[in-house]
């Protein structure tokens, strides 16, 4: 199903210069995958969010039975690790070297046979056509990828690699949510006026600082353009959970003025 794995051991975390980032990452999404700080107090930074358990309950009612499962910006292993104790076949997919060291030191004390995948996600050729059951893309990762081809491209091999009848379980931000809050509405009037009419970025397309970070990345969606970019990589939603507003439960009452309401969505999807 794999290729030999890269190795990540010696990988350099010195800064390339921008033409030699990889294809889709922006810088401060390169910076977030190599700080070996933010790997290392990731679980304890996040320990007490109830949204980790919210999505594992999804997960769990999405992956019914063993097979091989493979999570997508897999981070410090937290929606990995508990279906390799139930016995799948359980692959970490990251840009990370630090991220994916704390998996394997995990996996080690628990003695679980978990695979490690160093990778940008929009070179997955090293995944075989139809060769998983499951896969996820949790946490925003989608939303990390800079540009709609990039992040097309990136679901394009996750259908090529979903095998005909496997799910396919993903998490987005919701554009509007940023309405809440006086920042998030300046922001949301520079993205979808000033920055759309220069042609400078996307809409949707946040830059902000994150734990040192100065220009971290995030793609926010609208709830049309979340479902229509996944159903036309080929997969059919079958269910569309919206998020409270601290990402924490499903929201509650999502048919009143859940588009703007929600903080984003999980979308549980079939590959026909």
Request: proline content about 7%.
């Amino acid at each position: 199903m794999l290729q030999p794995n890269v190795s990540y051991e010696n990988v350099s975390s010195s800064p390339p210069p921008d033409w030699r980032l990889p294809e889709g990452v922006p810088r401060g999404v390169w910076e977030y995958a190599n700080r070996t700080h933010i790997a290392g107090d990731y679980d304890e930074e996040f320990a007490t969010n109830t949204l980790f358990d919210f999505d594992e309950k999804v997960l769990e009612r999405a992956f019914p039975t063993p097979g091989v499962f493979v999570d997508l910006g897999c981070g410090t292993g937290r929606a990995l690790l508990p279906f390799a104790r139930r016995g799948f076949r359980a692959i970490g997919v990251d840009l990370s070297p630090p991220f994916l060291r704390i998996v394997g030191e995990k996996a080690a004390c628990e003695r679980l046979p978990v695979e490690r995948v160093l990778a940008n996600l929009m070179e997955l050729g090293c995944f075989a056509d139809a060769s998983v059951d499951y896969a996820a893309c949790l946490f925003s990762t989608l939303g990390m990828i800079r540009g709609r081809d990039n992040r097309r491209r990136f679901l394009d091999h996750v259908f090529r690699m979903v095998r005909p009848g496997g799910v396919f379980v993903v998490h987005v931000h919701n554009r509007w949510h940023n309405l809440r809050d006086p920042q998030g509405r300046a922001w949301l009037l520079r993205n979808l006026v000033w920055e759309r009419l220069r042609g400078t970025r996307e809409p949707g397309d946040k830059f902000f600082p994150y734990r040192g970070i100065q220009e971290m990345f995030l793609h926010v969606y609208t709830r049309g353009e979340f479902t229509a970019e996944v159903a036309s990589a080929g997969f059919r939603v079958r269910e569309l959970i919206a998020l409270d507003t601290v990402r924490r439960h499903e929201l509650p009452r999502p048919w009143f003025f859940g588009r703007l309401r929600a903080n984003g969505w999980i979308a549980v999807c079939d590959r026909p």
